[in-house]
Each structure stands twice: as structure tokens, then as C-alpha cells.
């Protein structure tokens, strides 16, 4: 059982910028469950699209993996022989943390956990990258670069998941949908201290785009086909596909 996520729940002095530290590691899978709508069903969907993508004697890629939830759905549902997933984060606490939820779980496929940058690791002979929540933390100058080194590392026929909190072109729609990501949180025990004080944490540290910016930036790393499959409120994931 995890603990429960109680870090903003009285007054802060100096917020500071958001890390991904002990504490929040700590309290982690409380905190994703009760702040982003459709995180298990992505989670278990990621599974279902490595039945489909992942081929034999590839490699899997979890980039930016936290505490291993969607690596950990990936190698539930792999059929395929010979297989190696990686998991990456740049977290000592989170990649501690992912290193003993692996180790709980008996499996054939082999699992490697490495704490690394993402954006210096190479990519090669993959058949499917999943990007959870990550690439909203990189620099944007960052996020083309990276995407196009997976697209290059990816097999042919090889797919991307790539999950985000999104913005929205339409101010109306985008309006709509951020609150009723509030009330979700609200509904799920969240005070409005702890949602304004997490959101001032994360404003300089999770930029987040639109779809429509992900499709065109998907399209000029390389990849021929994306499209949004899954999407609750203003959170989502985007498959992308590279040509067979």
C-alpha cells in the first residue's frame, strides 16, 4: 500500500521549483492516481500496445520510468522471446525505488534499470519507446532533438507512446478542462492549498504543448503516423508509428 501524498498540504514559505526527491518518490503512486485522470488506463493500455509492437530480440524503452509502472506493464504482456526492457530516470530516489518494484516481480524478461539522462542515452534496435508523462519536463528545445533519436533507434514498424498533460489552442475548451481537472482533484481529497501550491511548483518546470504541436513535431522527428488514442480531461497519450 502506498503512502499517502500529504507534502502540500500545509503552508509552504518558499515553493521553490518542483524535484522528483525522496519525498516525492515516497508518496508517488498516491499522488499520480489522485492527480491524473486515466493514469491506470494508460498504464494498462501500454501493456496492451507492447502485445502488438514489441517483436523478439528487441528492445523496450521506458524513458523518464519513475517507479517502473509502465515498464512493469510491458513485461506482464510481452510474448515475444528475447526481449530486453530498459528503464531510465534521472532520479536517484525514483530509480532506487524502481529497482525494488522490479525485483518484486519474477519474470523472463529481463529488465535494466539505469539512472541517466534521457536525452544522452542511446537508442538502438527498438520496437517500441514509451515516454509517460516525460517529455513535459524537458526544456523545449530539448524535445525534437529526443524525439527524433528515438524515431532513428526505433525498428521499422516500431511504436512511441507518448503521454502528456496537454494545453489547448481553444482558451475556452482549455478553460473547461482545467477545471474540471480541479475537480477532480478536489473529488479525490486534494485541498486548494495543496492544488495551488503543487501547480506554482510545477509552472517553471512542466511546460506543457498541444496536441496539434505534438503531431507537427512528431511528423519533423520522422514519424509517418500519430494520432491521439487515449485522452481524459486535459491529460492524454499519442502513438506514434514508424513506417514498416
Not at 15 to 24: A, I, K, P, Q, S
Not at 31 to 60: C, D, H, W
Not at 121 to 141: C, G, H, K, R, Y
Not at 177 to 192: I, V
Request: glycine letters at 6%; proline letters at 3%; a negative charge.
Amino acid at each position: 500500500m502506498s503512502n499517502r501524498d500529504t507534502l502540500f498540504s500545509a503552508p509552504i514559505n518558499k515553493l521553490g521549483d518542483w524535484t522528483f526527491d525522496e519525498r516525492v518518490a515516497e508518496v508517488f503512486p498516491d499522488m499520480i492516481q489522485r492527480s491524473v485522470p486515466g493514469y491506470s488506463n494508460i498504464i494498462s493500455m501500454i501493456g496492451m500496445l507492447a502485445e502488438r509492437f514489441v517483436k523478439a530480440n528487441t528492445q523496450v524503452y521506458d524513458l523518464g520510468c519513475s517507479l517502473g509502472a509502465a515498464t512493469l506493464s510491458v513485461r506482464r504482456s510481452l510474448q515475444a522471446e528475447g526481449c530486453k526492457i530498459i528503464a531510465v530516470d534521472n532520479s536517484p530516489a525514483m530509480i532506487e525505488r524502481c529497482r525494488r518494484h522490479i525485483d518484486a516481480f519474477r519474470a523472463a524478461t529481463p529488465v535494466e534499470v539505469i539512472e541517466a539522462d534521457i536525452r544522452h542515452l542511446p537508442i538502438e534496435n527498438a520496437s517500441m519507446v514509451v515516454l509517460n508523462f516525460t517529455l513535459q519536463f524537458l526544456a523545449p528545445d530539448d524535445r525534437l532533438t529526443l524525439l527524433q533519436r528515438i524515431y532513428q533507434g526505433l525498428n521499422p514498424g516500431g511504436a512511441l507512446v507518448l503521454s502528456e498533460k496537454f494545453s489547448f489552442e481553444d482558451t475556452d475548451v482549455g478553460e473547461l478542462l482545467f477545471n474540471m481537472h480541479h475537480d477532480f482533484k478536489r473529488a479525490n481529497g486534494y485541498s486548494e492549498l495543496e492544488i495551488s501550491q503543487k501547480r506554482s511548483m510545477l509552472e517553471n518546470v512542466m511546460l506543457t504543448d498541444s496536441v496539434e504541436t505534438h503531431k507537427a513535431r512528431l511528423r519533423q522527428a520522422g514519424f509517418e503516423h500519430s494520432e491521439l488514442w487515449f485522452q481524459c480531461f486535459n491529460f492524454g497519450s499519442l502513438v506514434a508509428l514508424k513506417a514498416g
